[in-house]
C-alpha cells in the first residue's frame, strides 16, 4: 500500500511541475507535453497487472514492478533536467521566467528537479543582462532621432521612448530585489 502512495505522489509531483506556467515561460510546449505523456506511461504497468498486487505471493513480481517504476521515474528525471536545462537557454522573457521560479519555490515536486529549478537564476540574470545591453544598443542607435508618434512633439516624444525603456529594465529589477540573495551573486 505504500508504493501505491508513494507512486501518486511521485506523479502529483510531476504533474505539479510541468503545466502551462512552464510551457508559457519556454516556448515550447511539445516538449512539456511529451514528458506528461512519459509521466502517464507510468501508469500503464499498474493499470495492466496480471495478478493482485496486494497477494503476498506475488511480492516479487510487485517488487519488480515498482523497480522499473523507479527506473522509469529516474529517467523521466533526466529527461526533465535536460529539458529544464535547454529551456532556460532559450527564455523568452528574464521577468517571466523569474516569476516562474517564484510560483515554483511553494510547489512540491521531485527533489532533483527542484533542485536543477532553483539553479537557473544565474541564467535568468544571464538573460536580463542581455536584456539590458539590447536596451542599451537600442538607445544608443536611435538616441539622436528617437522613435516617437507622429502626434508627439519631439522632445516629449524622446522622453517617453527614453523612459519606456528604463521602466522595461525597472520592472524587472523590482521583481529581483524580492529575492535579496539573488542580488548577492556574481551576477546580480
Known sequence: LQNLHDFAQILEEFYSIFGEELKSVTGNPQMIDDVI???DSLLIPLEELPFDAFDAGHKEEWDEICRQFQVEVLSIEDQAKFFIDGAFKTLRSAAAAFDMLRNFEGIRSRQ?????LMQKYDDILNKF????RDLQQLFE?????PPITKSQPPVAGAIRWTRALFLKAKRTVL???EKSDLLQTENG
Not at 542607435?141 to 532621432?145: D, I, N, R, S
Open 141 to 145: 542607435q536611435h538616441k539622436q532621432l
Open 112 to 116: 532533483a528537479i527542484n533542485e536543477r
Open 37 to 39: 505523456d512519459k509521466v
Open 129 to 132: 543582462i542581455d536584456e539590458v
Open 175 to 177: 521583481k529581483f530585489q
